[in-house]
């Protein structure tokens, strides 16, 4: 019967995140959206003769994680290149040796690339150079990518292809390193991967791209992250393509929404794209900017930077503003804070009617993407510019060593200040920055909870209890879906929205958080279809 069920979990623990009903043990699905939440007893006048059962035998039913915050391609490149994190490689002579070997398996012509490096993991305690890639792989191209995804290391085959010489002048937003005797490029670049990708293009074929996609998309459901928001900088209508193009093949499940580079816009405009334009499962989101310090000023400077944001709002575009440091972070605060309140919540586009359940208009508000840190003085500024805050809780668990290390200790309670932001009232969602962190939810909702690394070390700078893991799981699904205006549709279990869901063995929120690193997925449904199991 066509008003019947399609899909039925029962004997589930099911964690809803909707404060009308927060906890449920069954979950009807007709089509790709929530048709009933409560028990079975309720639900069995949805159920059909072809209904679909899923017993989850007392396991805990969650809405799909939202990451609000990656960069899928790189992800997926990543996951095809030379692993060079911490973890695996510990000096310049280990990386040489792992690049030297994947030369060996590479075909004539093609580049070898390496990914999530540190240098001060490196037993030598400096960035690699363009002679130590060189030495490796002397007749490849070779591109090294630092685990923070700002810096790059190139070798001599690889600088002559981008054209970059000794005269070749550092562009606006970063730097080429050279060395002081002679003014050649060391291979080193600062902030410049936009600047490369428009010079080199990409670096990958066909096939080498589905195979990164492949294992991506393995490795998020896996972890029951069922939509994801792209934060590339660089994005356009080239990248839409590319994204569609793997939606259509059917390789890409997980639902994206796509941000634009704020000098993409025009483009996609003239290709009859807005935001908000797409469907559910691919969507135009929030313009992306850029603003560092790694020239050792601000770039843009703030009046460029009001100018690209109202540009951007004129053409339709909330913004997301890239801020790690407090300078960054009040320039995006101040300048967000001076536009007027209708840029602060732009409506989505009507969308269609799904099943028996009208969706009305959502909001999404302008975005401070990283807000790494903020002291107290800076937490009025947020509030009072209205922008929601994307953060990374995932840094603390895989960098917090290396902060207390590094960090001033008089700022180390106020990186990543989930507490600090939520107690002052600004919306807060968590996204991961993959690859430059794993995507894993886990980990970063332990360390939201308990500001421990993955050492166990605690940073300073948050009560216990001031994050529970109710308040992390929220800020990982329903939170992300609202800071890119998708609210109303996903997020959390409720009739009406998209059946997007996780199960995993045991409560996150009975457990001591420990073991909450330790917690896997054990089906992950999108859209009312299981797309995997353990």
């Known amino acids: 019967m066509p008003d019947r069920a399609d899909l039925v979990l029962y004997n589930a623990n099911v964690i809803t995140l909707d404060r009308r009903r927060p906890r449920a043990q069954a979950v009807a699905v007709r089509g790709d959206v929530i048709v009933g939440v409560g028990n079975l007893t309720r639900l069995e006048p949805l159920c059909g003769p072809d209904t679909r059962r899923i017993d989850c035998q007392g396991m805990t039913l969650l809405p799909g994680f939202v990451d609000a915050h990656c960069h899928l391609l790189a992800l997926a490149a990543s996951l095809t290149g030379v692993d060079c994190r911490p973890q695996v490689v510990t000096s310049i002579a280990a990386l040489q040796h792992a690049i030297r070997i994947r030369a060996q398996q590479t075909p004539a012509g093609r580049w070898v690339?390496?990914?999530?490096?540190?240098?001060?993991?490196?037993?030598e305690g400096r960035h690699p150079t363009r002679h130590d890639l060189d030495s490796a792989a002397p007749h490849y191209p070779v591109r090294l990518d630092h685990r923070s995804g700002h810096a790059v290391v190139l070798n001599s085959a690889a600088l002559a292809m981008a054209g970059i010489t000794q005269e070749t002048p550092d562009p606006p937003e970063g730097v080429i390193q050279r060395d002081p005797p002679t003014g050649q490029p060391t291979g080193l670049l600062l902030e410049l991967g936009e600047w490369l990708r428009e010079r080199l293009g990409t670096l990958r074929d066909a096939p080498e791209m589905d195979e990164g996609v492949r294992r991506m998309e393995s490795t998020l459901l896996g972890w029951g992250i069922t939509s994801v928001q792209d934060a590339g900088p660089g994005n356009g209508l080239a990248r839409w393509e590319a994204f569609r193009a793997q939606k259509d093949s059917g390789r890409l499940r997980c639902r994206v929404t796509m941000m634009a580079g704020?000098?993409?816009?025009p483009e996609l405009q003239r290709a009859g794209l807005g935001f908000g334009s797409g469907d559910d499962s691919l969507r135009l989101g929030h313009a992306k900017l850029m603003l560092t310090l790694t020239t050792g000023q601000?770039?843009?400077?703030?009046?460029?930077?009001?100018?690209?944001?109202?540009?951007?709002?004129?053409?339709?575009?909330?913004?997301?503003?890239?801020?790690?440091?407090?300078?960054?972070?009040?320039?995006?605060?101040?300048?967000?804070?001076?536009?007027?309140?209708?840029?602060?919540?732009?409506?989505?586009?009507?969308?269609?009617?799904?099943?028996?359940?009208?969706?009305t208009p959502a909001q999404a508000r302008d975005r401070i993407e990283h807000c790494a840190e903020c002291p107290p003085a800076l937490l009025t500024e947020v509030l009072r510019c209205g922008a929601t805050v994307v953060t990374q809780p995932g840094f603390i668990y895989w960098n917090g060593d290396a902060y207390q290390q590094r960090v001033a200790s008089e700022l180390l309670p106020h990186l990543y200040p989930i507490a600090a932001l939520r107690r002052a009232g600004v919306p807060v969602a968590f996204g991961s920055d993959a690859p430059v962190v794993d995507p894993n939810p886990w980990p970063a909702?332990?360390?939201?909870?308990?500001?421990?690394?993955?050492?166990?070390?605690?940073?300073p700078g948050q009560h216990s209890g001031e994050v529970t893991v109710a308040g992390a799981l929220e800020m990982h699904s329903l939170q992300g879906a609202e800071a890119e205006?998708?609210?109303?549709?996903?997020?959390?279990?409720?009739?009406?929205?998209?059946?997007?869901?996780?199960?995993?063995?045991?409560?996150?929120?009975?457990?001591?958080?420990a073991g909450i690193i330790d917690l896997r997925a054990v089906i992950t449904i999108i859209g009312g279809q299981v797309v995997w199991k353990r």
């Open 262 to 265: 704020c000098q993409h816009i």
């Open 445 to 459: 909702i332990y360390s939201a909870v308990t500001r421990r690394t993955s050492t166990g070390q605690q940073l």
């Open 113 to 123: 690339r390496g990914f999530g490096y540190d240098e001060l993991s490196l037993g």
């Open 485 to 513: 205006g998708a609210g109303d549709g996903k997020g959390s279990i409720e009739a009406g929205k998209l059946a997007d869901l996780v199960l995993v063995e045991n409560d996150p929120t009975g457990m001591d958080p």
């Open 298 to 359: 601000l770039h843009p400077a703030i009046k460029e930077l009001r100018q690209a944001v109202a540009l951007a709002h004129r053409a339709g575009f909330p913004v997301a503003i890239h801020a790690i440091e407090q300078e960054a972070v009040a320039a995006a605060a101040a300048v967000l804070g001076d536009q007027p309140t209708l840029s602060r919540s732009s409506p989505l586009p009507q969308r269609g009617v799904r099943g028996d359940f009208p969706r």
